[in-house]
């Protein structure tokens, strides 16, 4: 059994897509052990609480330095002893002691086709808003593995959505999210689940 930890910071509408994929066995052999938020209003948590997930907020904010929120952030994790943690609208820089002490673990979703729009101030709604500033005709959603820089880790499914002219950010993240993301994010867990991807040489690999 796959012991997954997801953390949020907004909608969780891709935490519901896990859920939801995890109850209709479209992710076998999964439990969801907790939900991190760091926002304490982000809708998230309470789709967590409405499914009996045991969920936490811990904010930035709350701590008097960033070496405190992420001393205090690794220990709350390691509570739960995840085999996979999975970053779904997760606005925190994971700190670089987490990436180390679970190596290949740390799964995020990224709503473009990296390596397009992404990296640092690449997130949410403005991910969408560059890719129709530049007139790309297609975009697309990717699940990849976290390493120690941003949206640069090994890529492990991407989906391609296609830009329509008369798309707005709003129109095309929800599309993106429909066709891409709530699809990729469950079969990424479950093919984790399964023991089918492994990274070798800096590539996942999926058998
Ligand atoms: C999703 O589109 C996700 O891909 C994006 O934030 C949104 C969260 O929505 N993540 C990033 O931009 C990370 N760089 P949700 O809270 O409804 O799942």
Known sequence: MLNILVCVSGGGTNLQAVIDAVKDGRIRNTRIAGVISNNRSAYALKRA????????CLSPKEFSDREAFNRAFLEKVNEYAPDLIVLAGFLVNIPPEMIRAYPNRIINIHPSLIPSFCGTGYYGLKVHEAALARG????????????????????????SVDVQPDDTPKSLQQRVMEEAEWILL??????????????VDGKAVIR
């Open 49 to 56: 609480e409405e499914n009996g997930i045991d969920a936490v």
């Open 136 to 159: 790309v005709k297609v975009t697309g959603a990717t699940v990849h593995f976290v390493d120690e820089g941003t949206d640069t880790g090994p890529i492990l499914l991407q989906k």
């Open 186 to 199: 469950p079969k990424a867990i479950d093919l984790i689940a399964a023991g089918r991807v492994e990274v």
